[in-house]
């Protein structure tokens, strides 16, 4: 690496291209994880959804049950 090449990545005018992909990759890397969570959020509500709609259902039918 010459001189110049060495100043411009010190004074950050320059950017070694390995850096790039680094962040890059990291960024995915956390997108991915970010979706796989909004993913299980997404599962979980719907199954606790399911749940309330089914215990509401039980709860009618005792309702008339009883009455």
Same mark, same amino acid.
Request: aromatic letters at 8%.
């Given at each position: 690496?010459?001189?110049?090449?060495? #100043? #411009?990545?010190?004074? +950050? *005018?320059?950017?070694?291209? +390995?850096?790039?992909?680094? !962040?890059?990759?990291?960024?995915? !890397?956390? @997108? =991915?994880?970010?979706?796989?969570?909004?993913?299980? @959020?997404?599962?979980?509500? =719907?199954?606790?959804? *399911?749940?309330?709609?089914?215990?509401? =259902? *039980?709860? *009618?039918?005792? =309702?008339? @049950?009883?009455?």
């Amino acid at each position: 690496m010459n001189e110049k090449e060495f #100043d #411009d990545y010190v004074s +950050g *005018k320059a950017v070694p291209l +390995g850096s790039w992909e680094m !962040h890059f990759s990291e960024s995915l !890397h956390a @997108i =991915q994880e970010m979706t796989n969570a909004v993913t299980e @959020i997404e599962n979980r509500s =719907q199954e606790f959804l *399911k749940n309330a709609e089914n215990l509401k =259902q *039980k709860l *009618k039918q005792r =309702q008339v @049950i009883t009455f």
